[in-house]
């Protein structure tokens, strides 16, 4: 690129290639889940993100009300 800047990819991932999969064989009747179930692993990075985003938010809070706490005293 112009500005100096690089992308590498790292392929499909361990998620994507499981929702390749699933896709595949709802597609050929093996399985009969629901479409919820079988789309299920393309959510995983999201929701990996969504649950270490509760958790920093919560860990913050904590930290804030101790502080608080602390400089109150």
């Given at each position: 690129?112009?500005?100096?800047i ?10 994507g290639?499981l929702?390749?999969?699933f896709?595949?064989?709802k597609?050929?009747?093996?399985i ?9 692993p ?7 993100l ?13 930290a804030?009300?101790?502080h ?6």
């Amino acid at each position: 690129m112009a500005d100096g800047i690089t992308v590498k990819s790292q392929g499909i991932g361990f998620f994507g290639l499981l929702g390749i999969v699933f896709i595949v064989l709802k597609l050929c009747k093996v399985i009969t889940w629901n479409w919820w179930f079988v789309l299920m692993p393309l959510y995983g990075p999201l929701v990996a993100l969504a649950i270490f985003i509760v958790t920093m938010i919560v860990f913050l809070g904590i930290a804030m009300v101790q502080h608080h706490r602390e400089r109150n005293r």
